[in-house]
């Protein structure tokens, strides 16, 4: 698919759901607990009509997001069905990483080839205060499980002045000792983050470029505008910002939530509605090709409009 600007969508984010088994402070208020119309929520055969149609369409990367997509029972089936009857190159999931190790063999039987793994911070102490209830132990485990299966395996990161921002040196250890793409996430004011920006907030592209014995080289997928390697590292490190060297004019996905919506930018607040189009394949061809049109150019056309979802809700 061609969207307004002759970008070629080809990535589809789909969210299965908001139930995560983690609380973390930036995610969601304490005592939330997730809600929502059950009539709303999609089937399994209704997420496989419409990967098989996106398909059709062009989009040939697909990421299973949540909430945690690991929550989610019939996720494996959901992963072979898109690499075995739809074409779909590449498969991957973002988790928080707490279930990974005793689910990852299945997942990447079923044909999962890549996982992102959220760890914000390499202390046990700090991990269980971010994150309310999480063990730290299990996310490591998961992402030696990853790498002893030979999946793709990213590390995300969101950077929090005061925070983690001491441990970044720390992080970059991981991807010099491995095979790894770790990426930096600045923050946003969305969700519970807003709250946090102000005092939260760093920019993490300018201490990139200011590090020693780091050298910058061009990026070759969507996601980063540039990598960064430091000399014999194993991995690599990337910057995700909507503020510094954005790269929202090479964007190429658009995202589905688990209620049926489609948001064209993940932090946009336009949603538009397909759940009256699942099951009729030519009137569901139609609409996503007119709403395509509408995708943003670049964060500067929807700064003003931040969705009103919390982020285990993107």
Do not use: H
Not at 238 to 251: E, K
Request: proline fraction near 3%; charge should be neutral.
């Amino acid at each position: 698919m061609k969207d307004g600007f002759n970008r070629d969508i080809d990535c589809l984010n789909i969210s299965l759901t908001n139930i995560c088994d983690l609380k973390c402070t930036y995610c969601m208020p304490y005592n939330y607990k997730p809600t929502y119309n059950t009539s709303r929520v999609l089937s399994v055969d209704d997420y496989k009509f419409i990967i098989k149609s996106m398909s059709e369409l062009g989009i040939r990367k697909i990421e299973f997001i949540g909430g945690e997509p690991l929550l989610y029972p019939n996720l494996a089936d959901l992963i072979y069905y898109a690499k075995n009857y739809c074409n779909i190159e590449e498969v991957s999931i973002t988790t928080n990483g707490i279930k990974f190790a005793e689910q990852g063999a299945k997942l990447k039987n079923a044909g999962l080839d890549k996982v992102n793994i959220q760890i914000n911070s390499l202390k046990e102490y700090k991990y269980e205060s971010l994150t309310r209830v999480g063990n730290l132990g299990l996310v490591l485990k998961s992402f030696s499980t990853a790498l002893n299966l030979n999946i793709d395996t990213n590390i995300d990161t969101l950077i929090i002045n005061n925070f983690n921002d001491d441990e970044i040196y720390d992080f970059i250890q991981l991807a010099n000792n491995f095979p790894i793409t770790l990426r930096f996430f600045e923050m946003m004011y969305v969700g519970q983050l807003e709250g946090l920006f102000d005092e939260g907030y760093l920019n993490v592209v300018d201490i990139m470029n200011n590090m020693d014995n780091m050298t910058k080289i061009k990026s070759y997928d969507k996601v980063c505008r540039y990598y960064y390697k430091t000399p014999n590292s194993r991995g690599k490190i990337g910057v995700v910002s909507r503020f510094n060297d954005a790269n929202c004019w090479s964007c190429n996905n658009i995202t589905l939530s688990y209620d049926g919506k489609i948001r064209l930018c993940r932090y946009e607040n336009k949603e538009y509605d397909i759940l009256n189009f699942i099951n009729k394949p030519l009137t569901f061809s139609e609409v996503m090709k007119d709403i395509i049109n509408y995708k943003p150019k670049d964060f500067n056309e929807i700064k003003n409009n931040i969705t009103c979802r919390n982020i285990n809700e993107l």
